[in-house]
């Protein structure tokens, strides 16, 4: 008896795709940026089950991914929660209360973006580039950080950069383990952020700073000494 075919799941990415790489770098299966680096694309199917399609929608900060060819599943919510309630996880008394009374507070799209590396400026010096980044300051609200009793403030993000003569990748990626377990139940909360940037004149080194009062992280690219031509 010939085995039934292999049921592949079609993503497609609208036009509201800000090019911030998040599908492409937690599910390089399935997307890749343009040539331009300007918006993301779906250039593979994916076998049915490999992915759940709601951790893949729910990574875009701005809703533009879309499952076109199957029914997405029912929201794994009360199956996720009846999981960790099974883990054992302390409840804090008035957990239900706090969450209750902010359930219904927008979250500003601004404090999106931090978390995926967009809130961002790049100046040129004479002998560098300084890129700043926003960090995220506020854990996202979601029953689950309450009911764990996560703090608002969001913990330090460790980065690191790797340069490529004119390439440079700056990463982000967040350590602490209890932040870290609500990004696969919150939307729009990827558990780091990577930023591909590249420049006119190749960078020698690197320095990180970070002012942690004001969320703000800083890279010092240092320009490499131009090559002089023999006479």
């Not at 199957?70 to 919510?77: A, F, I, Q, S």
């Not at 403030?153 to 390439?167: C, F, L, Q, R, T």
């Not at 870290?180 to 990577?194: A, H, M, R, T």
């Amino acid at each position: 008896m010939a085995e039934a075919a292999v049921q592949l799941e079609e993503y497609f990415v609208t036009e509201d795709c800000i090019a911030c790489d998040a599908c492409c770098n937690d599910f390089p299966d399935i997307f890749q940026m343009n040539a331009d680096h300007t918006r993301a694309m779906a250039t593979k199917t994916s076998p049915v089950g490999k992915f759940n399609p709601w951790d893949i929608i729910n990574d875009c900060p701005v809703d533009a991914i879309k499952l076109v060819n199957l029914p997405m599943p029912p929201k794994p919510e009360g199956e996720k929660v009846a999981e960790v309630a099974d883990a054992g996880e302390s409840d804090n008394a008035d957990w239900m209360q706090r969450w209750m009374a902010v359930q219904d507070q927008l979250e500003p799209q601004w404090e999106r973006m931090k978390r995926y590396g967009m809130a961002s400026s790049v100046a040129e010096e004479k002998d560098r580039y300084v890129v700043r980044f926003d960090m995220p300051e506020k854990v996202p609200n979601h029953r689950l950080k309450f009911k764990w009793a996560i703090p608002d403030e969001m913990p330090e993000y460790k980065a690191s950069v790797e340069i490529h003569g004119n390439n440079v990748k700056i990463r982000a990626k967040l350590e602490d383990e209890k932040v870290k377990k609500l990004c696969g139940w919150v939307n729009s909360f990827p558990d780091g952020f990577l930023r591909e940037l590249n420049f006119e004149v190749p960078i020698k080194s690197h320095r990180l700073s970070y002012d942690a009062e004001n969320h703000i992280l800083e890279v010092s690219l240092e320009k490499a000494a131009p090559v002089e031509k023999a006479a």
